[in-house]
């Protein structure tokens, strides 16, 4: 099975108004992890930058003018697809996990029409798998007792180590994302 684990940062919470200046991601293949990325994008022209946004990311308007032309680290995020799957086989998609997917997957899918590309469905299948949904089912008792049900708050619950500091970096994001959702197919799995 051909997974590949993501995140985004992003300039603001509306898709397809908002530009996605962070995407990280890990590839997984049969169980293996066989390449990490981190691309830090510059947004388009056009795309609503929210100082709020920029401020739960911690980077200024400064910094991401510093970042990779969108449409040069779209290639790059291409060709890494690329290496796995062939998007000419219909049989032939990764499944795409995510923490609170349909954010993830609705800027992602923005992204690749700023673009100029329509085949986001050659590359990954739908539905995304939504780590946020499995762990609310792994936690269904436990749930009362959390304060939020954020990525980190539910990677502590589940006995995970978390480093706060490294919150909203996306790379991080995507390995505690994966550990968490290992973790409770390991649980299903068992049962």
Do not use: C
């Amino acid at each position: 099975m051909k997974f590949i684990f993501i995140d985004l940062e992003t300039t603001g919470i509306p898709s397809p108004e908002s530009g996605v200046i962070q995407l990280a991601g890990a590839i997984e293949i049969d169980g293996e992890e066989k390449e990490t990325f981190d691309l830090k994008i510059r947004p388009f022209p056009e795309d609503v930058i929210s100082d709020e946004a920029l401020e739960v990311n911690g980077i200024s308007r400064e910094d991401i003018e510093t970042y990779e032309d969108p449409k040069v680290a779209f290639q790059r995020f291409i060709k890494i697809l690329d290496g796995y799957v062939d998007r000419y086989d219909t049989l032939d998609k990764f499944h795409l996990i995510a923490y609170n997917a349909k954010f993830d997957t609705d800027h992602l899918r923005a992204w690749f029409a700023k673009n100029g590309d329509k085949f986001f469905g050659s590359w990954f299948w739908h539905p995304p798998l939504d780590v946020m949904s499995f762990a609310a089912i792994g936690l269904m008792r436990r749930r009362p007792s959390l304060d939020n049900f954020k990525l980190l708050t539910v990677a502590e619950a589940l006995g995970l180590e978390i480093d706060e500091e490294r919150s909203h970096h996306a790379l991080y994001d995507v390995e505690l994302a994966r550990e968490v959702f290992h973790m409770l197919l390991d649980r299903v799995r068992k049962k």
